[in-house]
Each structure stands twice: as C-alpha cells, then as structure tokens.
RNA sequence: UCCCCGGUGGCUCAAUGGUAGAGCGGGUGGCUGUUAACCACUAGGCUGGCGGUUCAAGUCCGUCCCGGGGAGCCA
C-alpha cells in the first residue's frame, strides 16, 4: 500500500493509503475511538469504529499512549469536522514502537521542563512551526547570495586569536597550542572578497558572553557577506534587499506556519523598501526627545533600541558611529574622521540589533596604527595586513544574526525556541 | 559581575503563622463524532539544603544551592 505524507494527503482523497507516524492525541468515545497522528509533515485525525477491525486491534487502540509510532491503513476523505478538512477512516493499525509515560503532556509546562526535553520537545506543533520558519530564513538566506553571484566561501571555527577584541572568546586545546571557537568570519571573508568579489559565509558563531537575556545564545549562527568595490551605501542596500527578501519568502511560503504562532502578520507585511536611515547623531536627538538619558557618545543599549524600534515599526538603519565604540577595522568618515562608517540594523518590537556591519579600513597604515591602539597583537593580523599591501580596495559587509531574525518573524519572545538544540550560559544538555 | 523574581505530587499552580489542595497527566469503569473531549472513582507529598525565631513554619529571619528575567557586551 502506498504511504502518504500528511502534507500531501489532499492528493489521496478517496484512495487506500498508509500513514507512518505516531500517535499525537487519543479520544475515545465507547465503540469510536479517535487518533491523532502526525508525520513530521502534518497532523490527521483517524476515526476507528469497532466493527471496522478486529477485536484485538480495537482493544489495543485503548491501550495507545501519546507519541507510540504505528502504521495506520485506511481511506482519505473530506470531512468538514476534521481539524485539517480530510481525515482517515482506518481499517487496519500496526504498532511499531510503545511509548510508555511520555513527559510531554497537552497541558501546560515550563520552558525549563521543556528545555530539559528538547528532544522530544522539537515534536510538538508550535516548535515545528518556528523551525520550519528557521529552514525558510536559512533556504532564503543562500539563495539571495547564490543569486546574486555571490561565493558561500565559510570561515573556519577554530581561530588562533581574536577578531575582536572586546567579546569573550571559548577556548580549547589544540593540540600542544591554544585555539578559540570562531565569533566571526568577517576577517576572512574580507580575504575572500578580494579573491571572490562577492562572497558570504554561513555558519555557528560562539561568544562566551555571560548574558541572560532573551536575545543571547552561546552559540548562534550568522550569515556574513562581504563584498570588494563596495561603501557604506552600498552596504546598506545589500542589507535592505536582503532583509525585504527573507521577509517576503517567509510570508510566501510559511504562511500556516505563522498563523499557527498567532504572528501579526501585517507587522511584517509593512516592511518594504526604503528603511528608515538615520546618523548616530540623529539617533541621539530623537532618543533624547523621547526621554532616554542617553548622551552623545554612549553605544545604544536595550531600552535605546527598543524605543527606536517602536518609533519606526520596521527595521531601522543607524550609520556613522563615534569611533570609539566601533572596532578597530571600522573605516572612519573622510570628512569627519572621529566617526566609523559602520551600520546597525535595528529590528522592530524589542528583538534587537540583527545587522551590525559597515565599510572596513582599507588604508595599510591607518589600519596598522588602529590595531595599535587597540593593544591588539601584530603579528596575529600580519595576513590581514596583507589585504591592505597587495592591491587593497574599499569594501564592506555585515553579519546577520539567524535566531534573532527568525524570533522576529515568528514573534517568539525567546530566541531559544529558534534554534534546534540551544546552548546558553546555564544549558548544555540535551 | 550586578539588580529583581522564584523553588509545594509526574506537570502547571493554590494555600492570613494554625489538619498541604485543585486542574491536567497516570490507573479503573462509562459513552457511536471527539477537537487541550466529557462523566465517575482511584493512587500519588521529608513544601530545594542547612540553621534560627515561635506553643506552632510551605509561610517569618539568616545562609547556601539551583533556576528564571533584566543590565553590561553583542548578532
């Protein structure tokens, strides 16, 4: 008999089919008992009668407990009382795995309970939703760049030092020598571009920063393009094009996926070309006049991004920073060299800074004295040095955070229901 | 590292300083259209650890452990 996935079984209506998955819900009703089931693709109700199968079967179905995979045989219809409008009438079930006392009830539990079972967690409906909206964020990510022209060049994980010198980096033996697990591939994709033109790298990230909020993870994934012959506006564009278009994927084609996690969906739908762009100066202004205690100079925290958010609804870009709060590869401006060209992307409704890029320091000597001043070991930067000696060019890029743009889409509070298996501070397991 | 909140059956939570409870889940029985089904019965507890105040502590005080939220930093 052929197998049906869920998601296609508006193509097996009045066919005999099989379904292979496990039980999600059980009602009984005396001589009718009603099976949930779910795939992985989708969820179908199976009504059994009594005297549609043998007495053994029928006696076994009462026995069912949540999450027990079997084989269920029977006949597609519509039916207007189903929850998904078709539903099985079965004739035939097979056990294949029991299920005794799955934790995971239908009623309510802490997040911590859940975390503690993310393996099975991941089974539940709403879980799906976000991750099938993450596999969407992640497919758009790689085809704006691969339809741009752009190489998935990816940035090694073990990294001899740091690429930034504030973050704090994990570190691990290596051999006879220290390594540190990668927060970021920007320097090397800024190799690449040189070779490539275009290129991007996609992968895990860890920073080893003590933070408890809803927005933090130790280990993340960012997506980093950069790009040779590109400024800052240039950069910009990029970041706007690329934001519009994950944007209209995810409504195009997870559209039941959003609905099921009850998201706004004309807050996303609202976000379209242009962004709003602001200076850093006029930042300032506006938070000063909205009440904020922030003064020039000051990097944005929380509540600074919060209230910019709210004043704008979408994603807001902020250019031209004071350089002292920038890294040290920043580009400064030409005509005001105390600010980087450096660029924020805010996300709107409190997720928080998803974009951070800009314009990086092209000129060999300014770059060499920015290191120095930063303390930063020579000798760990002599190849990137040598970007700047052997044909140097302006360029740019960004890195995007994966979690923190699909909490926005999906309107998840916590970014780590955005990512399979989470890793923060206080969870390493499961 | 700092600030705030919390820790009570398997789960989610109640309980003026005075006999620890409910819903769900589990078990048993009933029901031919259930949608987190419903109805009845039933089992299940050293209230995070240690110390203190009190005739009496889940409740008040001290301390430690664990967890959550936020700040800083960042995506």
């Keep these: 008999m052929e197998q049906v996935y869920i998601e296609d079984i508006a193509s097996a209506e009045g066919k ?36 549609d199968v043998s007495e053994e079967v029928f006696s076994m179905l009462g026995e069912l407990t949540q999450e027990t995979s079997i084989i269920l045989r029977g006949t597609i219809h519509a039916d207007m009382r ?10 035939n079930i097979e056990k294949v795995g ?12 802490g997040v911590h309970f859940l975390l503690d079972r993310r393996h099975l967690w991941m089974r539940s409906a709403k879980q799906h939703a976000i991750l099938r909206v993450r596999h969407e964020v992640v497919s758009a990510i790689r085809d704006f760049f691969n339809n741009r022209g752009f190489i998935n060049l990816d940035a090694p994980i073990f990294t001899p030092a740091a690429c930034e010198e504030t973050s704090t980096l994990f570190e691990t033996e290596y051999f006879n020598d220290q390594a540190y697990l990668t927060q970021s591939g920007q320097l090397y994709m800024e190799a690449g ?34 790009v040779a012959y590109m400024n800052l506006q240039g950069d910009m564009e990029l970041a706007e094009d690329f934001i519009c278009y994950i944007i209209e994927r995810a409504l195009e084609n997870r559209r039941p996926e959003l609905d099921k996690l009850e998201r706004d969906i004309s807050k996303l739908e609202a976000v379209k070309k242009p962004f709003p762009r602001i200076t850093y100066d006029e930042a300032v202004k506006i938070l000063q006049e909205k009440g904020s205690e922030i003064k020039y100079g000051d990097d944005l925290g929380a509540v600074e991004e919060e209230i910019l958010g709210d004043y704008y609804h979408i994603p807001v870009m902020i250019h031209h920073w004071p350089a002292e709060v920038k890294a040290f590869y920043m580009k400064r401006d030409a005509d005001k060299p105390e600010l980087a060209l450096g660029v924020d992307m805010i996300a709107p409704e409190g997720y928080g800074e998803i974009i951070g890029g800009g314009q990086r ?70």
């Design 193 to 226: 571009c040189m070779a490539f033109g275009k290129v991007y790298c996609f992968g895990p990230t860890f920073r080893a920063e003590k933070s408890k909020t809803r927005k933090h993870l130790t280990e993340f994934w960012m997506v980093e393009p950069e």
């Design 361 to 430: 320091e092209d000129d060999y000597d300014t770059l060499l004295a920015s290191i120095k001043k930063h303390n930063l070991p020579e000798e760990a930067f002599d190849w990137y040095l040598d970007l700047r000696r052997y044909g140097s060019v302006p360029h740019a890029g960004f890195g995007l955070g994966l979690e923190r743009t699909v909490g926005w889409i999906t309107g998840v509070h916590h970014i780590r229901e955005c990512i399979p298996l989470p890793r923060m501070m206080q969870r390493l397991k499961p």
């Design 82 to 91: 189903a929850p998904g409008g078709y539903e099985m009438s079965a004739f």
């Design 16 to 51: 005999e089919v099989e379904i292979k998955g496990w039980l999600y819900n059980a009602r009984s009703s005396g001589k009718l008992r009603f099976l949930q089931i779910r795939d992985g693709t989708g969820i179908i109700q199976a009504v059994v009668f009594k005297e």
């Design 98 to 109: 029991d299920s005794p006392n799955y934790p995971i009830t239908p009623k309510e539990h």
